[in-house]
């Protein structure tokens, strides 16, 4: 089944079907935002959810930060909790027709939630909206990949497959600050565009 369906998220929200979403920024995205020291990165967050990194990198200053959804409702949540975050970075479109460039995307639970026929499409996509050297940063699940997602799984061997040729693997290691429910089931990851 084609899981990157705007219906299918549209009523995942409207029967609050959202078991992903804890509720604040993720510890070790939250952990890496914390490090970074220009607030003047140009960052995108795509199938960003309700959006509680794009939350704390606003309140922590950084002001450059486009959010991208397929689903209008999560975009209206962020909206609703921010309202100074500009409209015309809250974005309601597929991610795959989203042009522009950056220094900076931040991933989480968005992979996974895609169909794994997308994969190597979502790499392409990743490669194109990162200016040179950019990076793109965050959570990979490692658990066995299923038909039963999303959210989908894979492997520390799959992703190198995958990202290998066209991103430098900075970092692909077992997280050690997940939150308990996602503890032993993650993988924190920097990729540079090659």
Not at 110 to 131: G, H, Q, S, W
Not at 132 to 151: A, Y
Request: charged content about 25%.
């Amino acid at each position: 089944m084609m899981r990157f369906d705007k219906n299918f998220w549209d009523a995942k929200y409207q029967n609050n079907q959202t078991g992903w979403d804890i509720g604040y920024a993720s510890t070790p995205i939250k952990t890496y935002i914390d490090q970074l020291q220009n607030k003047d990165l140009k960052i995108l967050v795509p199938g960003a959810g309700n959006g509680y990194e794009v939350e704390y990198l606003f309140n922590e200053g950084f002001k450059n930060i486009t959010v991208i959804d397929i689903s209008e409702q999560p975009l209206k949540n962020l909206q609703q909790r921010l309202p100074n975050f500009p409209k015309e970075h809250l974005i309601h479109t597929n991610f795959f027709d989203h042009n522009n460039k950056y220094d900076l995307i931040l991933e989480q639970t968005f992979f996974c939630a895609l169909d794994p026929n997308l994969r190597i499409e979502y790499v392409a996509k990743m490669y194109d909206l990162l200016k040179n050297k950019g990076k793109l940063v965050g959570l990979l699940f490692d658990f066995e990949l299923t038909e039963d997602g999303p959210p989908f799984g894979g492997s520390l061997n799959e992703y190198l497959n995958l990202f290998a040729e066209n991103f430098k693997i900075s970092t692909l290691e077992r997280c050690y600050n997940s939150i308990k429910p996602r503890n032993g089931n993650e993988l924190f990851f920097i990729f540079e565009k090659n």
